[in-house]
């Protein structure tokens, strides 16, 4: 089992930035690929970026790339999501996620359904203001 823990949400203008950080326990943390997710209200979970279990690999949704940056700290049990150039659609909870596996399979839709990520958190609100 992995318990999993966001912090850093809040409330900032468009244009700011915000580092999410999600704390994990259990289960040794470097073996998990990790991942965050985002959901708006009325809306499906979306995808955001994804992190192999070194930190070698990074995906992201073609909605953040080039102004989120995901990365782990496999010390500190640790993963982060730095975000740069908010908009008011980056307004959504926020969830950090461990998959089954180190890797990410970037040709496998269940990494991006979040089908594939066996531990959630829960949740930290990011709103970004007009």
């Known amino acids: 089992q992995v318990q999993l823990v966001e912090s850093g949400g809040g409330l900032v203008q468009a244009g700011g930035s915000l580092r999410l950080s999600c704390a994990a326990s259990?289960?040794?943390?470097?073996?998990?690929?990790m991942g965050w997710f985002r959901q708006a209200p009325g809306q499906e979970r979306d995808f955001v970026a994804a992190?192999?279990?070194?930190?070698?690999?990074?995906y992201y949704a073609g909605s953040v790339k080039g102004r989120f940056t995901i990365s782990r700290d496999n010390a500190k049990n640790t993963v982060y999501l730095q975000m740069n150039s908010l908009k008011p659609e980056d307004t959504a909870v926020y969830y950090c996620?461990?998959?089954?596996?180190?890797?990410?399979?970037?040709?496998?839709?269940?990494?991006?359904?979040?089908?594939?990520?066996?531990?959630w958190g829960q949740g930290t609100q990011v709103t970004v203001s007009s």
């Open positions: 996620a461990a998959a089954r596996n180190p890797y990410i399979d970037h040709s496998d839709s269940a990494y991006y359904t979040g089908e594939a990520f066996a531990y």
């Open positions: 992190i192999s279990w070194r930190g070698g690999s990074t």
């Open positions: 259990g289960r040794t943390f470097s073996n998990y690929a």
